[in-house]
């Protein structure tokens, strides 16, 4: 028997695991006690890491497509026939015609962050895309609008504060997204036991909320609607103190301007939340000393998206929680992505650019999801031809599914790099799969600048990956190797680039960071992480504005021009407040044992009670004939789904949830676990053109549908 200390790295809670192995076979996986940011916290996915490890239909080795056979070949064959054909395209067709997706679990690799971004963003396309779209996108824009520099999302900061109002996130379920904060339970808890209060606000009774002081339903997509009220009753109620930052900001008076007509008796209206409730909110988070406003997915994904990050933001500094110890924070990580992401190229920027078919804007590089099908299926100049995928499945993942899966069949060439045939890589040529997360090493490098406090943890590999298998890394530099560097010297500049590593990048990045190496002084280094196998507490969260702040001007912009040029689409939709009470509106959910769709091939995460399942109010169920355990239809204008019924007072009435991830029943996949606990795919009839106008976001919160 053997004992690994590693951290998990399948979400971004990075909890410290103890992996004991045997010969070459994982025997546990449980919580390691001395590791100083999860303090032995584990959650079910995190024991799951030996089974996606040892799981048979993990691929092992490259695969061709031929029509619907699939053939294993050898690493260097796949390399250079991957590039032969990119090349092709890119010959004939230019640089745009080679699209490249990356999905989420991207962020949590070391590898795909650094060789990964090298390979992606050095084939100088504008055709790039990634899950941001479907997720914080409009948190990475407030953060560029509001602060200068897109990666600078403040957290709140979990352990000190006293108050904290979640609107549209279920920490409970996430462990904290764009919050990294293994065991969320037990924070909210230490919260309440100091004398603290939990709130949430959500279309349904999360797990969150369960145990929160206060729930307040809060109908889908209105949340801006209530935010600008909760600011317009700060500034009439003579609530606003910003207190040190009074001077590092601007557009007090512009905010103050563009909230005045949004009073609580009309946000009541929209939000189904009282004009008291909403005035209580105010006050109790103004004058609570050390508080933080925290907003999430269901504050993303929705046609005002952008306007809600925002000012999620700008309520936290009106109220003077922001850069304040119990508020709103930055963190100083170990590896600073700031400067990292400037390096790659990934430095921010909006609307410098349009998609081709639908002139969607362009944010930090990407162009959005929701234009992904339609700019591979248009015939013309910069039509995609080409696609390389990364640790992603967007045919679950994206709404318009079925028309993503249609596009995907007519592309010249596709090569995904992923351990799985599975839904979106059963249409790629070639699928490269990398080693498993257990033969790689591990370090947080980007979801650790959104840690609660400041952490910082390199693990090596539990196992050593076998001379047959390759990291996504070095998936990434043979390609990159192959499609950029020049014909002479290219063996010499790919073994150099393999001999460097993410370790190299990782060493140079630690000294260079903000606890790195200064004059006089020894700062951390890899060898110092090595050192500390469990990981290094850094301290709490301390304030860095106006310092880290990205504008020329070292100003905070309470109310950057897009968001005030955005309000009249806010006005016209509320132009005279409606409540619905006919039809019903969607929106999603998160389950502690899943993530997005890549958890469902493994018996232990998938057992038990259905859970891709149709949650509706019984009033709501009642006059549709529909009952517990019954089956019922879901259909869009995009087609329709069957799903279980369960009948609850969870959602509010007039809204509906389905969690997405599932539809694993296609054929042509190698999914056995899964296919056997199918479900349906929510995004087979999410319409991909419903969006945030404003950011292109797709709005997978609050589309209409009609429920039988
Ligand atoms: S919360 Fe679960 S999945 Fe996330 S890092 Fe911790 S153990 Fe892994």
Redesign the pocket.
């Known amino acids: 028997m053997a004992t690994h200390y590693s951290s998990?790295p399948?979400?971004e809670?990075?909890?410290g695991i103890v992996v004991e192995t045997e010969g070459d076979q994982v025997k546990s996986v449980r919580g390691d006690d001395a590791d100083p940011f999860s303090a032995g916290y584990?959650?079910p996915?995190?024991t799951a890491l030996g089974d996606l490890h040892h799981d048979p239909d993990r691929l092992r080795q490259p695969m061709r497509r031929d029509g619907e056979t699939w053939t294993p070949m050898g690493w260097d064959d796949a390399f250079d026939y991957v590039a032969a054909q990119l090349t092709a395209v890119r010959k004939l067709h230019g640089a745009d015609a080679i699209a490249v997706y990356q999905g989420n679990p991207a962020a949590h690799n070391l590898g795909l962050l650094t060789f990964g971004q090298l390979l992606l963003r050095s084939l100088g396309t504008r055709n790039a895309y990634s899950a941001t779209s479907n997720d914080q996108l409009p948190h990475m824009l407030a953060a560029l609008q509001v602060f200068g520099n897109q990666i600078l999302m403040p957290v709140p900061d979990l352990d000190r504060c006293d108050l904290l109002i979640c609107l549209g996130a279920n920490p409970l379920a996430s462990?904290g997204s764009i919050m990294t904060a293994?065991d969320m339970r037990a924070r909210l808890a230490q919260i309440q036991a100091r004398g603290g209060k939990v709130i949430v606000l959500d279309p349904r009774r999360t797990e969150t909320a369960d145990r929160a002081d206060q729930h307040l339903f809060i109908r889908p997509g209105t949340d801006a609607v209530l935010l600008l009220a909760i600011a317009h009753e700060l500034f009439a109620e003579g609530l606003v103190k910003l207190g040190r930052l009074a001077q590092h900001t601007r557009g007090e008076a512009d905010l103050r301007r563009a909230s005045a007509p949004w009073s609580p008796e009309h946000a009541a209206e929209v939000t189904g939340i009282s004009a008291d409730e909403i005035r209580g909110l105010a006050r109790t988070f103004a004058t609570t000393k050390r508080a933080a406003l925290y907003g999430r997915i269901g504050v993303c994904t929705q046609e005002f998206g952008g306007l809600a990050a925002w000012l999620v933001y700008a309520i936290n500094a009106l109220t003077g929680h922001l850069d304040e110890p119990g508020g709103l924070m930055f963190t100083t990580p170990a590896l600073d992505p700031v400067p990292v992401a400037k390096l790659l190229g990934y430095d921010g920027g909006f609307a410098r650019w349009h998609s081709r078919v639908s002139r969607r804007p362009e944010f930090g590089g990407e162009l959005p999801m929701s234009v992904f099908a339609e700019e591979i299926a248009t015939p013309g100049r910069g039509q995609i031809r080409a696609l390389i995928t990364c640790a992603g499945n967007p045919v679950l993942s994206s709404p318009g599914g079925p028309a993503l899966e249609t596009a995907l069949e007519g592309l010249e060439f596709m090569v995904s790099i992923d351990p799985y045939l599975n839904e979106t890589t059963r249409h790629a040529h070639v699928i490269l799969p990398p080693a498993s997360a257990l033969e790689r090493s591990h370090y947080d490098a980007a979801l650790n600048a959104f840690a609660v406090r400041n952490v910082a943890k390199y693990s090596p590999p539990v196992f050593e990956r076998g001379p047959d298998a390759r990291q996504d890394w070095e998936i990434c530099a043979a390609l990159f190797a192959r499609l950029r560097l020049p014909k002479l010297g290219r063996g010499l500049a790919e073994r150099l680039l393999i001999k460097f590593g993410p370790e190299g990048i990782l060493d140079v990045a630690l000294r260079a960071g903000p606890w790195g190496l200064r004059l006089g002084r020894k700062g951390l280094s890899l060898a110092k992480l090595e050192a500390a196998p469990h990981g290094l507490d850094l301290g709490p969260l301390t304030s860095r504005l106006p310092g880290r702040l990205g504008h020329r001007d070292r100003l905070v912009d309470l109310a950057p021009a897009i968001y005030l040029a955005d309000l009249p689409r806010l006005a016209r939709k509320w132009a005279q407040a409606s409540r619905p009470t006919t039809g019903l509106v969607m929106i999603g959910r998160r389950h502690l044992r899943s993530n997005n769709s890549w958890m469902h091939n493994t018996e232990r995460l998938v057992k038990g009670p259905v859970r891709c399942t149709l949650l509706i109010h019984p009033e709501d169920a009642a006059v549709r004939g529909l009952v517990d355990g019954g089956t019922a239809t879901v259909a869009t204008g995009r087609g329709k789904i069957s799903l279980p019924v369960e009948v609850s007072d969870e959602v509010m009435r007039g809204v509906v949830s389905v969690p997405h991830g599932w539809g694993h029943g296609r054929r042509g996949t190698r999914l056995r676990v899964a296919e056997a606990h199918a479900g349906e795919s929510v995004n087979d009839i999410l319409d991909p053109a419903f969006t945030d106008e404003l950011s292109g976001t797709s709005a997978l919160t609050g589309q209409s549908v009609e429920v039988s």
């Open positions: 998990c399948l979400c809670a990075s909890c584990i959650c996915k995190g462990n293994p």
